[in-house]
């Protein structure tokens, strides 16, 4: 049977018999291969299940020039071809012949009717009706070459309008399910499936004739609005206006403001929070901030054995000794409250000595445990922070993500910890990144009992997603905390860690312009941006650095002088194309190129290849068997040299995880440091000038700093303090460590039947109780307070087992 006929959209339709694909996607549903009609064979792509080779399949869609391969019919839907008759004994003798038992066949035909097997060809999801099960659905599909259920489901929601990626995504999360979601609530994908967007749901929504003030689509709204403002503002609320006129645009009707306003204010909607009437909170970021505080607040009352003072003091001496270095009041302090306290905060500004101090909390407590490397558990928010951290302490080191079993796409519901540390101590650098949802799930993966120990700069960059987690604990001063302040990381003619400083405190030297030994200025336009960038790119070159050692970054991607323009111009200068060097070119519009000898970074976590957001390295080869650039990006390998790991992309991998990085934001360059940095910054940026953007640029140099654009640009990014994010995290650690500590004071001499803490925290935490904190770093240092404090008339024989 071979028929070709023109459908509506400029669509056709052909019918044949696929046959065995010349490729597959090794992830994905994508296929191409070849069709024959009883007059021709035609090469059809797209996204399939598996097809049968020997029956007929009607495919709708366009035809399409491949540059190489000529005419292609790309597939929109396809649908399995039944030259049945209509009439029920018809398709009951047909689904007998089948093999399909006689009962399930009755039913079929008397269910759905003398078309019954058109009717499946068409909707295979209609079989529901039936009450099938998943054994007879599975056989029932495949006699009737329909695929199998998941093929079904799959091609359904092809026809729905998602991708083949969005799709499987959407399988993977629901199976099954996944129909009956849709039709009950077709907004949950948005809320539980990564990259499913609130209007591509809200259209299929309007398709399925959903009510344009259905209550679960005026929730959806509302969700999205307050995500959106908080994801935009780094805020973990927004204000009640600003959200119903986001929600009211999102709908595409100011009419329905009404209406919305009267689901804020519902009881029985459960996916935002209002607080006082007025603040609204997506509802994981109000109970992410609830549960930090009660998490923070139950290891902060965790039962730990004391330390001999004389023997800590002896540690610490011998770290000294054997490191070559004199350590002041304030880091000594922050050593001792770092292995005396169940959490403690260290902070401090580039140079004064927060790498120091974490090797000698290490050191220290191992000396004072016995313990072994592997009872820690060392965390930093990027791979390049947790590799500064292994160099520095001789101790692996992770990302939080890899810590906690979490891949980075994960929907706000699903940021939690998959498992606890079993460890003595947990030592968390560049805090400062930490959002709120991820410090949520790592909080949580923490055991009474074992040491917390956070570090980190507060004057850096706040975190990507919303909220100032370590900013916030600072300030509440719930928590003994140690700021180290004198610097020491600076040599004789270095000027860059000052440099920092004075930024940092909202001016600049009467000399910033004055070249110095280890930093220089070059004033320009914004035309002459790129220009001048790859100039001292050629010097520190010439100094003997490589691509490697030097990093370019600029606060924004799409203005003159910003990144995709800094990233284009230094591509075609340090990596020109070449006779014999293998490229690949692609893009919506064929405009951007990857070559061998390119400098890349991986823009999402990817566990399962052991690379993560921010790491940056050189692609090492291009493999395909195309010679054309254009068609090699359609199916082109590439492999990628990250520090002494080299890593595979297929095309789907590389055009999603990869982005050129001879420049990156500032933001990206956090938890990094370079020998080489050059900070470009122009007026176009000033939504983004402030003054820690400029700070967390500044103290990512170890070596140079050079800095090119517009002079008002620097001065107005030091002028600028960036202003508080709105959180209540700060409001609710003072209220709940100060209400207990109230309790404490009027707690009975003598408790009876207190649970264990390790019972308190099996039953999700749900109980807090903590004692008055007053210790503080000077009174550890000035040793007005003993160790032993609270441990009268206890000794070591207590102890013993009896």
């Known amino acids: 049977m071979t028929k070709k006929k023109k459908t509506t959209a400029g669509q056709e339709t052909i019918t044949g018999k696929p046959q065995e694909p010349f490729f597959s996607s090794p992830d994905s549903y994508y296929k191409v291969m070849p069709l024959i009609t009883k007059k021709h064979t035609y090469t059809i792509v797209g996204d399939f299940g598996d097809l049968s080779h020997d029956v007929d399949y009607a495919f709708t869609g366009k035809w399409v020039n491949h540059p190489k391969y000529g005419q292609q019919f790309r597939v929109a839907s396809y649908k399995r071809v039944i030259d049945v008759e209509p009439g029920k004994e018809t398709a009951f003798q047909y689904l007998r012949n ?37 054994e007879q659905q599975e056989q029932l599909f495949g006699a009737l070459r329909l695929g199998k259920t998941k093929d079904v ?47 591509l749901v809200d259209k299929l929504a309007d398709k399925l004739g959903w009510q344009a003030d259905s209550p679960l689509r005026l929730d959806a709204a509302l969700l999205e609005a307050a995500e959106e403002l908080t994801r935009e503002s780094g805020n973990t609320y927004c204000g009640r206006q600003e959200v119903i006129e986001r929600a009211s645009r999102l709908l595409a009707d100011r009419q329905l403001a009404r209406k919305l306003e009267q689901r804020l204010d519902s009881k029985k909607q459960q996916l935002i929070s209002l607080l006082d009437g007025q603040r609204v909170f997506p509802a994981e970021l109000d109970q992410a901030e609830q549960e930090i505080t009660r998490d923070l607040n139950l290891l902060n009352e965790g039962h730990l054995s004391s330390f001999d003072d004389q023997e800590l003091k002896k540690q610490v001496d011998q770290y000294e000794s054997r490191n070559g270095i004199q350590l002041d009041h304030e880091q000594t302090a922050a050593i001792r409250l770092a292995v005396q306290s169940p959490v403690s905060l260290i902070t401090g500004g580039p140079g004064t000595g927060k790498t120091t101090i974490i090797k000698g909390i290490i050191e220290t407590f191992l000396g004072l445990t016995g313990a072994q490397s592997t009872d820690l558990v060392l965390t930093a928010p990027t791979g390049r922070a947790a590799k500064r951290m292994s160099e520095a302490t001789g101790i692996n080191a992770y990302t939080i993500h890899h810590c906690l079993g979490l891949t980075g796409r994960e929907m706000p519901a699903q940021i939690r910890a998959s498992k606890t540390f079993d460890a003595e101590m947990v030592i968390v650098d560049e805090m400062s990144m930490v959002d709120t949802l991820l410090c949520r799930a790592l909080i949580d993966a923490v055991n009474p009992g074992t040491r917390l120990v956070l570090v980190g700069d507060a004057d850096q960059l706040p975190s990507v997603g919303p909220g100032q987690v370590f900013s916030n604990l600072l300030s509440s001063a719930v928590l ?128 399962d290849k052991g690379v993560f957001n921010g790491d ?135 408790d009876t039947e207190t649970p264990s803490k390790k019972q308190e925290a099996n039953q999700h935490k749900t109980t807090t109780t903590t004692q008055s904190h007053l210790l503080t770093a000077q009174l550890i240092a000035n040793e007005e307070i003993s160790p032993m404090i609270g441990m009268d008339g206890v000794t070591p024989d207590s102890f013993k087992k009896k």
């Open 98 to 134: 089948l093999n399909v038992d006689d009962d399930f066949a009755r039913k079929i035909v008397d269910t759905l009717g003398e078309n019954a097997l058109n009717e499946l060809v068409n909707n295979p999801e209609i079989i529901e009706r039936c009450d099938p099960t998943n």
């Open 153 to 199: 489901l799959l091609q359904r929601l092809g026809q729905l309008g998602f991708t083949g990626n969005q799709s499987q995504d959407i399988f993977q999360k629901f199976g099954t399910n996944a129909s009956k979601v849709i039709k009950e609530d077709p907004y949950q994908l948005v809320r539980e499936v990564s990259g499913i967007t609130f209007p």
């Open 616 to 750: 940056i390295g050189i692609v090492k080869t291009i493999e395909s068997r195309d010679t054309d650039p254009v068609a090699r990006g359609k199916n082109a390998k590439i492999t990628v040299k990250f520090d002494q790991r080299e890593v595979s992309y297929n095309p789907l991998e590389w055009k999603e995880q990869l982005t050129l990085a001879y420049c990156i934001s500032i933001h990206k360059s956090q938890g990094s440091q370079f020998p080489v940095v050059i900070v470009a910054l122009v007026n176009a940026d000033s939504i983004m000038l402030k003054r820690n953007l400029f700070y967390t640029a500044v103290t990512r140099a170890s070596g140079f700093l050079l800095m090119v654009g517009e002079q008002q640009a620097f001065e107005t990014s030091v002028a600028n303090a960036m202003s508080a994010r709105q959180t209540m995290m700060q409001e609710r650690l003072t209220a709940a460590f100060h209400q207990d500590n109230k309790k404490t004071e009027e707690r009975p001499a003598k």
């Open 480 to 607: 003994p905390t140690v700021k180290l302040e004198r610097i020491y990381r600076q040599d004789q003619d270095s000027t860059i860690v000052t440099f920092a400083h004075q930024v940092n405190q909202g001016r600049l030297p009467a000399n910033w312009q004055h070249n110095q030994a280890d930093r220089s200025v070059v004033i320009c336009a914004p035309n002459q941006v790129a220009i001048f960038v790859n100039k001292l790119i050629d010097w520190a070159k010439q100094q003997g650095y490589s691509l490697s050692d030097i990093q370019v970054m600029a606060p924004m991607y799409k203005k003159v002088g910003g990144i995709n323009e800094i990233n284009a111009f230094v591509q075609s200068q340090q990596n020109p194309q070449s006779g014999g060097k293998a490229s690949v070119v692609f893009g919506r519009e064929n405009n951007h190129t990857y070559r061998v000898g390119d400098k890349v970074m991986q823009r999402v976590n990817n566990p």
